[in-house]
């Protein structure tokens, strides 16, 4: 219980820094712009075109995220298009070249709980690569060994030591919470990366 409490915790913190990230401060320079078109005698309409596309950012910033934590195609299509639903919205909203292969011949059979951990993990581990592993290429992969479904996540970045992060149990590290969430669930979690020679995580 109080692993899960400690996981939701880092999840809304994570969740807060994002809106501060893009949202708060694109409407912060909106704020800031219409206060000069107010104080100025002359009418900005450059300045009002400028706000426009700020405030329509911000939109655009609070449907990628509402999206990313529940989206709807989750829920009525599975795990296989909210992966490729993310995949899509990472590549038009950052600098990283991600891509998902999809070998399975039918859809995955999972319940709720289970998909809806398992996007959320997906979600964090690729937003971890884009903060931190300084990749320009990066790789979603499902598949089946012996008939149990696998699930693989691969960039070309700068890589990380991890056995020092799972070792001295690192909690304040997103992937240590992934894997506490996973094993929670049943499912195993391993990490192959060493400094400078990338990531693999199954």
Known sequence: SADLTNTEERERRSIAEDLHDSVSQTLGLSVIKLKNI???????????????????????????????????????????????????????RYDLNLIFSNCLENGLVIDETNKINLFRSIRELTLNIIKHAQARNAKISLFLINNEPFLKIEDDGIGFDSDRIFKRKMKS???????????ILGSTFKINSNIGSGTIIL
């Open 38 to 92: 107010i104080d100025s005698d002359e009418y900005g309409k450059a300045e009002l075109i400028e706000t426009k596309d700020y405030i329509e950012q911000a939109v655009d910033s609070i449907r990628s995220l509402t999206f990313q934590l529940s989206p709807p195609v989750l829920h009525d299509f599975g795990l296989e298009a909210a992966i490729e639903w993310l995949v899509t919205d990472i590549r038009n």
């Open 173 to 183: 590290y997103g992937l240590y919470s992934v894997k506490e969430r996973l094993e």
